[in-house]
């Protein structure tokens, strides 16, 4: 990035202009997400910064709010985050399947109607949530399944499988063909193709469908508004709830558990990016 | 030499050309079975329930149950003159069964929506209904209440007797169908629905443009920077983007408060007062802030990907011909980043113009969307019928430009991450 010597002074005052302009839209961006992390070990119960946490007074910090969290008097947290989890397995399992399967047909070149077939499967992504959710509540009312763990993991399926579905065909996109038919003319039947060949080199994709699926199920709000009862609570519903009524720093302890396992997501799907675009060739 | 002999055939004896449709018409059917399970499992719980909200937009048929006599005899009524007795005689007896039932107080709401004043006057003939006496019964409702002898009320009984409206959508709109069956405004201190269709427009435009301007100088500054160092940058477009919607509207909602750290700032560089603070929050700027940082991922990314593929030779090229970096930038770079710029735009207007959560929890009553309106019908006033008209009407606008979308870059081309 450094600038050739024989620029001219008008470029350079730009140039560090044009960086100062990203330095500020990145701080914007990464920022606010650093503000929950420290404030969620104030010893006190407001959201602002205490006198004492400004001159990093070591008594102005403490663990209550995650002792809050864990071991809290009704403490909500418990039972949303073990359904969360629940749901969130299921549904990813389900979109998985189901994504995978449909991505294998729609990467056929021998498939009909592949426009029409791809732009339905894509559009839970498309549709607002709001409608969405009006629409899956309405169903699931009508089958008796609100209200249920049964209900909310379909209707995340519903939302997850168009992430599956993207990631997946875009690997089979530089997938070669001929490796299968090469599997086939040695004697091996289909599913051992799929098994032994077809599924390694497509696992990359697969598993950060996976990803967007879970996340995408772990952080939804707006259907389960509509769903849950008060056996199915969430981890969203509880901050949605803690947000709407009073925000309370246990909510940003819990927060700062979510940003810890963002990471840890994000580090993945950037771990099967790489290694995917090595499989298929794509050199940086 | 005949014909017959000159056709292919396969080992088999079977001409080649048709072994080779049988072949690929058993891969269409296999491509397409593999495709079935999902495309089935969401026809049935996803495409069938959003037609059902249009049906449910329209569906008035609950009145036309309770009142099949009235509607019937009605139907030779002009709506000029008060009714004859036997329209009279109907409506009693269909009244008696509903209040017998129950029924009768959701009614008196239905026909409140058509016209205030039923539910006060529907009461009072429940009352008095117990001691009618047979026949005669347009002179005994006439004297229970005045209501019942001005013709406009029962023109407005009349005009719920379809068993399809669409009256839903007229409201929408801020519409309604008036007494002379002209469609008209609402009085213009209950528009409240343009304003929150503007509204959403507005914010999802704005918050595009917003997005656009901040995500272009950071896409092309990660495009251009050796990977090393993009990598690392590109973290802080890849970390808001993993997490939580919750978590990020939760620190905004800390740093907009009105003794938060943005405004405590703008006290420590003198720009307002201590007890002077302004309102960041629960309005328009806090939706609009919020919203644009949690949306600026889904511009930086495509924009990124469109970026990466150009090569900076072309820039060079164009400076060592004699154009200026900034002529260079608008004739080269800036045209071959035009599907990027598409991508990202759309992408973030649909998004935008349905969003939902951070509306809701920055938004206050000035910063509240068309979506959270429909979420209030849902839960909150129960007109079911109404959130759906509403929904349908958003989800046309989304999908226009979802179409347009699909033509200018092709679903095929949404990448993620």
């Known amino acids: ?284 | 030499m005949n014909n017959e002999t000159q056709k292919i055939l396969t080992t088999d004896g079977i001409p080649l050309e048709e072994s080779l449709k049988k072949a690929e018409k058993k891969n269409k059917i296999k491509a397409f079975l593999l495709v079935a399970p999902l495309l089935l499992f969401l026809i049935i719980t996803y495409i069938f329930p959003i037609g059902e909200m249009f049906f449910r937009s329209v569906d008035d048929s609950m009145i036309t149950k309770w009142l099949p006599k009235t509607f019937k005899t009605m139907e030779k009524w002009d709506g000029k003159e008060l009714p004859e007795e036997k329209v009279f005689e109907a409506f009693y007896q269909d009244y008696k069964i509903l209040v017998e039932e129950k029924e009768h107080g959701k009614l008196a709401t239905q026909l409140n929506y058509e016209k205030n004043g039923f539910k006060s006057i529907l009461k009072k003939l429940a009352r008095k209904m117990k001691k009618f006496e047979e026949g005669n019964y347009k002179e005994q409702i006439m004297a229970v209440h005045k209501r019942w002898t001005q013709v406009e009320y029962w023109r407005a009984i009349k005009r719920r007797a379809p068993a399809y409206t669409y009256s839903k959508y007229l409201k929408g709109i801020d519409m309604y169908e008036n007494e002379d069956g002209k469609i008209v405004q609402v009085p213009e201190d209950r528009r409240i629905h343009k304003i929150l269709w503007m509204r959403t427009l507005n914010i999802a435009l704005g918050v595009t443009i917003l997005c656009f301007f901040m995500a272009y100088p950071i896409a092309h500054l990660l495009a251009i920077l050796p990977m090393k160092y993009s990598n690392l940058l590109m973290i802080c477009v890849l970390l808001p983007f993993w997490t939580s919607l919750l978590v990020r509207t939760a620190s905004w909602m800390i740093l907009l408060q009105q003794q938060g750290i943005v405004n405590d700032f703008f006290v420590l560089t003198g720009l307002v007062t201590d007890d002077n603070r302004p309102e960041m929050m629960y309005n328009k700027t806090g939706t609009f802030i919020a919203m644009t940082q949690i949306l600026l991922p889904f511009m930086v990314l495509p924009l990124y990907s469109v970026m990466k593929t150009i090569s900076p030779s072309l820039m060079r090229a164009g400076k060592s011909l004699g154009a200026s970096p900034m002529i260079a930038f608008f004739k080269i770079y800036f045209p071959l980043t035009i599907p990027g710029i598409g991508a990202g735009c759309l992408l973030v207007f649909i998004l935008a113009i349905g969003y939902y959560i951070t509306p809701a929890l920055v938004g206050g009553a000035s910063g509240s969307l068309i979506s959270n309106q429909i979420a209030f019908h849902m839960k909150s006033t129960l007109d079911w019928s109404f959130a759906s008209a509403m929904g349908l009407m958003l989800l046309t606008g989304v999908l226009v430009v979802y179409w347009i979308y699909n033509k200018l870059v092709g679903i095929d081309n949404i990448k993620l991450g």
């Open chain 1, 1 to 284: 990035m450094a600038l050739p010597k024989y620029t001219e002074t008008h470029y350079r005052i730009w140039h560090y202009i044009y960086l100062t302009i990203c330095a500020f839209v990145f701080l914007f961006l990464i920022a606010p997400l650093f503000v929950i992390f420290p404030l969620s070990f104030n010893a006190e119960e407001f959201l602002v910064f205490s006198d004492g946490m400004k001159r990093l007074d070591p008594d102005a910090f403490s663990l209550r709010w995650y002792h809050d969290m864990i071991y809290g008097t009704k403490n909500p947290w418990g039972l949303a985050a073990k359904n969360s989890f629940i749901i969130a397995i299921f549904a990813t399992l389900g979109s998985v399947l189901l994504g995978t399967l449909a991505a294998l047909g729609l990467s056929s070149r021998y498939m009909p109607y592949k426009g029409l077939i791809m732009a339905t499967l894509i559009s839970p992504m498309i549709v607002p949530l709001i409608i969405s959710g009006v629409a899956i509540f309405f169903f699931m009312a009508k089958v008796g399944l609100a209200a249920t763990h049964t209900g909310i993991i379909l209707a995340h399926i519903i939302l997850g499988t168009p992430f599956v579905v993207i990631t997946v065909t875009a690997t089979l996109s530089g997938f070669d063909h001929s490796v299968t038919r090469a599997a086939a003319s040695l004697g091996s039947n289909p599913i051992n193709t799929f098994m032994k060949i077809t599924l390694p080199l497509i696992l990359p994709g697969v598993i950060s469908g996976a990803l967007f699926a879970f996340v995408t199920s772990f952080d939804e709000v707006v259907v389960v508004l509509f769903l849950a009862g008060l056996d199915n609570t969430t981890i969203p519903i509880q901050m949605w709830t803690g947000l709407r009524e009073q925000l309370s720093p246990t909510i940003l302890a819990v927060a700062t558990c979510l940003i810890i396992m963002s990471t840890l997501v994000l580090v993945s799907a950037e771990f099967l990016r790489r290694r995917s675009e090595r499989l298929r060739g794509i050199k940086n």
